[in-house]
Structure formats: structure tokens, C-alpha cells
Nanobody, 126 residues
Framework: QVQLAESGGTSVQAGDSLRLSCLASGGTFKNYAMGWFRQYPGKEREFVAVISGNGDHTYYSGTAEGRFVISRDNAKNTVYLQMNRVKTGDTAVYYC???????????????????WGQGTQVTVSS
């Protein structure tokens, strides 16, 4: 029902900031909670952040909170992940995801989301 496309992944140095974007097409964007996940090679996809449809609720993983900020612009059908003070451990493929009516919390699972983008690579060097 909705298609997602991430962008903004790049190579940066530890301590830098960058912003990932995810453009959605199809569906009614404001009806979807939007999440960010990341995946290390050989590991399961892990939760980073989630935001409610109207943007009034956000939750973060323990690793992300205090450094990352998730936001959305429903007029542009776009969700963002602002990554601040990045660390080498943030190196991963980052995916955005969309979900219908779900309960939001700080431990979202990949199975909670029905739609996924193709991912964008973030590489942090020291």
C-alpha cells in the first residue's frame, strides 16, 4: 500500500552529524507510524526510533535516545532520522518502515512493521 525509499546515508567521522530521509509514496502517509531500524552484517534488524502518524509521540532505543531525533513532514510524505554525535558503532544499513495501528514503545520489533525501504548505508570512521 505504501512504498518507501531511504536516502542520505554516507561516510562520516565519529562525532559528526547527518540526516537520513525516507520518502513514502502511496497510501495515506499520516495514517502510518514510521520507524527506523538498522542492521549489522550477520545480525537481526534492530529498532532505532519510531514516530506516530501525527508526530506527537516518539520513542527511541537506549542506544539512540539523546543522540538521534526522529521527525516527519507529512506535507512532504517524509520521515527523517537526525543522527548526532555518531559513533563507529552506528555503522550499519538503516531502514525505514511503516506500520498501521500499533502501540508505540521503546522496543519495537521488525515484525510490527509491514512496509520497508531498501536501506541506506551509514559508515562512521574514527
Amino acid at each position: 500500500q505504501v512504498q518507501l525509499a531511504e536516502s542520505g546515508g554516507t561516510s562520516v567521522q565519529a562525532g559528526d552529524s547527518l540526516r537520513l530521509s525516507c520518502l513514502a509514496s502511496g497510501g495515506t502517509f499520516k495514517n502510518y507510524a514510521m520507524g527506523w531500524f538498522r542492521q549489522y552484517p550477520g545480525k537481526e534488524r534492530e529498532f532505532v526510533a519510531v514516530i506516530s502518524g501525527n508526530g506527537d509521540h516518539t520513542y527511541y532505543s537506549g542506544t539512540a535516545e539523546g543522540r538521534f531525533v526522529i521527525s516527519r513532514d507529512n506535507a512532504k510524505n517524509t520521515v527523517y532520522l537526525q543522527m548526532n554525535r555518531v559513533k563507529t558503532g552506528d555503522t550499519a544499513v538503516y531502514y525505514c518502515a511503516a506500520a498501521g495501528a500499533i502501540i508505540l514503545w521503546s522496543g519495537m520489533r521488525p515484525t510490527d512493521f509491514g512496509f520497508w525501504g531498501q536501506g541506506t548505508q551509514v559508515t562512521v570512521s574514527s
